[in-house]
């Protein structure tokens, strides 16, 4: 068995077991859970570096070969998911330092469950890790209590439990049909035209689970209805890495069942397209940074599902770059919107100004993710836009690249009201001074949501701006440095067009 690729469960899981440990101990359990970070950053660059060849790497659980055992699968995609959740996570626990030991439990229980899917091999465990991550990502949510926060928590509950129950339906009805839950053997049933018709209508539902996990159009109303409640911090871990398991799921399965375009391709394109305008528009109707970063989220993912939709390889590699582009950038955004919101002593964009003055750093760190997510050149989602847009093109698909132009102009409006209304404009009233954290009663949790959250720490420790600097450096670099990204993202799109050695790996024996 290769312990390598257990190594991005079993990170988190041992961390997390430790953290209950040392839990008594504030410094010991902070201590302990930026080394799980680190120990799981470390295991995703290894495993890209492995991957980077072409080698899927395989564990079977047990000794079980597949499918009657667990089967755990390493490729070229699933090793930059984990790297960049890696990443994210250590971001995230540097940011709460000055929080509890149930934050930094909670959140290595989320990056076990995010890293068992990008993992596994088999639906039935892909469920398991969905349910390992809704679990924690519903504590993170209600985390520090108040109204507000756990009636974001039920929102985020509500349609997030449906999923999983349809998830669970269409697992039960697929095994049923075709008697494997195996990945590989189900593709393998499907591209030789021997699956039934019910296993089709499974894998629609299981496409549904996919699709609210993903905040795809319709059934995205969940996400911008919780995601400005929970501390920053935990909002950006759940920007960068959430919706990001349900797009990694759609490539995955639809690239593996259907190989060529067809019905289901049509399907995810119409749904793209509106999920891009939805959520943009939904944008320009909010006046809380983090409502604004919310439906930007929902509107990114559009953009993801294209690149899968049109199913070509430079869409597909396309998709591939915008997934880790975005993972980086969106997170960021979160962090540089929870630090201005606690500067300003309000996250309403009307009560905010007076930033650029005060902290031009800030200014400077919100630019970068900012204008990346906007498109602008020569920053990472420039590149990933102009490729998906290009290849949408190349299929003549004119309106669909019209839809995700279009976006990317909003999107860049929707920046330019934050920057305008948090930096430039004059600050109301007196505001705070910077280096001292704001004192707000019962911050986002308890109030109106006007107000932000209240902090302990100096806003001038190195935890608080470490991780949104080391953010905006990736961003620039993957920008600057576009063409190995770029060639890694295209090569995991050439594995994922021909995934006959993911096939080999899996299932020794499995032929064409």
Not at 99 to 128: E, K, M, P, Q, W
Not at 204 to 227: C, E, M, N, R, T
Not at 241 to 256: D, E, N
Request: glycine share 12%.
């Amino acid at each position: 068995m290769n312990t390598l690729v257990v190594a991005p469960v079993l990170v988190p899981l041992a961390t997390l077991v430790l953290g209950v440990w040392v839990r008594a101990r504030p410094g010991w359990s902070a201590a302990l859970s930026v080394l799980g970070a680190v120990a799981l950053t470390a295991v995703g660059v290894r495993l890209v570096a492995l991957a980077a060849g072409g080698t899927v790497l395989v564990a079977q659980m047990g000794g079980w070969p597949a499918p009657f055992g667990i089967t755990l699968a390493v490729d070229r995609l699933s090793a930059a998911m984990v790297a960049v959740t890696g990443i994210i996570g250590l971001a995230t626990v540097l940011q709460g330092l000055g929080r509890g030991g149930d934050f930094h439990l909670l959140v290595h229980g989320l990056l076990a469950g995010v890293s068992g899917a990008f993992v596994t091999a088999d639906v039935f465990n892909l469920y398991v890790w969905f349910e390992v991550l809704l679990m924690a990502s519903f504590a993170l949510m209600a985390l520090g209590g108040g109204r507000r926060r756990l009636a974001g928590a039920l929102n985020y509950m509500v349609l997030n439990l449906l999923a999983a129950f349809v998830f669970l339906l269409a697992a039960g009805l697929l095994y049923g049909t075709t008697g494997t839950l195996n990945l590989a053997e189900l593709a393998l049933l499907f591209r030789q035209g021997q699956a039934p018709g019910s296993a089709t209508v499974a894998v629609a539902l299981l496409l549904f689970g996919f699709a609210a996990k993903a905040a795809l159009f319709p059934v995205f109303g969940w996400l911008p209805a919780s995601y400005h409640v929970p501390w920053p911090a935990v909002s950006a871990l759940f920007a960068g890495l959430l919706t990001k398991v349900g797009v990694y799921a759609l490539i995955r399965v639809v690239t593996l069942l259907w190989p060529e375009p067809g019905p289901v391709h049509h399907v995810l394109l119409w749904i793209a397209c509106a999920t891009m305008l939805v959520g943009v528009l939904g944008a320009a109707a909010q006046n809380e940074v983090r409502r604004v970063l919310s439906f930007h989220i929902v509107s990114q993912v559009g953009y993801m599902v294209l690149g899968l939709a049109v199913g070509t390889p430079l869409a597909i590699a396309g998709a591939v770059f915008y997934v880790i582009h975005h993972i980086l950038v969106k997170a960021n955004l979160f962090f540089v919107g929870g630090l201005a919101a606690r500067l300003a002593g309000s996250e309403r964009l009307p009560a905010m100004g007076g930033l650029y003055e005060r902290a031009p750093a800030l200014a400077l760190l919100f630019a970068v993710p900012a204008l990346s997510l906007a498109g602008m050149p020569p920053l990472s989602g420039f590149w990933a836009k102009l490729f998906l847009v290009k290849a949408t093109l190349d299929q003549g698909l004119w309106w669909a690249a019209a839809a995700a132009l279009l976006t990317g102009l909003f999107t860049l409006l929707s920046m330019a009201k934050i920057w305008n209304e948090a930096f430039l404009k004059p600050q109301p009233g007196e505001g705070v001074e910077f280096g001292s954290p704001p004192s707000l009663p019962g911050g986002s949790a308890a109030g109106t949501g006007a107000s932000a959250p209240a902090e302990s720490r100096p806003l001038g420790a190195l935890p608080v701006w470490g991780p949104m600097a080391a953010l905006a450096l990736l961003t620039l670099l993957i920008g600057l440095g576009a063409g190995p990204v770029l060639d890694y993202a295209a090569a995991a799109a050439q594995q994922l067009a021909e995934p006959w050695a993911y096939f080999q790996a899996v299932v020794p024996g499995a032929g064409r």
